[in-house]
């Protein structure tokens, strides 16, 4: 049972997904941070100095904090964008380089298009 587990761990398959949690967590904090720093605040100059986190509707002894919740969401929606444009781009450059490797491989040699030809000409 413990082989099994062992080849399972090390499959490839397992620890991209390892590293890739780690980047994407990693990720999420810079895209929070651009959203916290840099993009809320604009926001709320376009606001008038208004924050979304402190926006609450009283009910009772209690408040409702939906400032808190449209936060939020703009969070998730620049987080999706951004994750969507990275990967994107990264697909972008696999793809790139998916074709230089096709083109070299086209490359025909002499031998194979002597081939080609008689067997052409076999066809006939």
Same mark, same amino acid.
């Given at each position: 049972?413990?082989?099994?587990?062992?080849?399972?761990?090390?499959?490839?398959?397992?620890?991209?997904?390892?590293?890739?949690?780690?980047?994407?967590?990693?990720?999420?904090?810079? /895209?929070?941070?651009?959203?916290?720093?840099?993009?809320?605040?604009?926001?709320?100059?376009?606001?008038?100095?208004?924050?979304?986190?402190?926006?609450?509707?009283?009910?009772?002894?209690?408040?409702?904090?939906?400032?808190?919740?449209?936060?939020?969401? /703009?969070?998730?929606?620049?987080?999706?964008?951004?994750?969507?444009?990275?990967?994107?781009?990264?697909?972008?450059?696999?793809?790139?380089?998916?074709?230089?490797?096709?083109?070299?491989?086209?490359?025909?040699?002499?031998?194979?298009?002597?081939?080609?030809?008689?067997?052409?000409?076999?066809?006939?």
């Amino acid at each position: 049972m413990w082989a099994e587990f062992k080849k399972f761990a090390i499959q490839g398959n397992v620890l991209d997904l390892a590293v890739a949690v780690v980047i994407g967590a990693a990720f999420g904090k810079i /895209v929070t941070s651009l959203v916290d720093n840099i993009i809320m605040p604009l926001v709320g100059v376009l606001l008038g100095g208004k924050s979304f986190e402190k926006l609450t509707y009283p009910v009772g002894d209690t408040a409702i904090e939906y400032g808190v919740f449209i936060q939020s969401i /703009v969070d998730f929606f620049i987080i999706a964008i951004s994750i969507f444009l990275f990967i994107k781009i990264l697909g972008g450059l696999k793809r790139k380089k998916e074709e230089e490797v096709v083109e070299e491989k086209t490359e025909v040699t002499p031998e194979v298009e002597l081939l080609a030809e008689i067997r052409d000409l076999l066809k006939k």
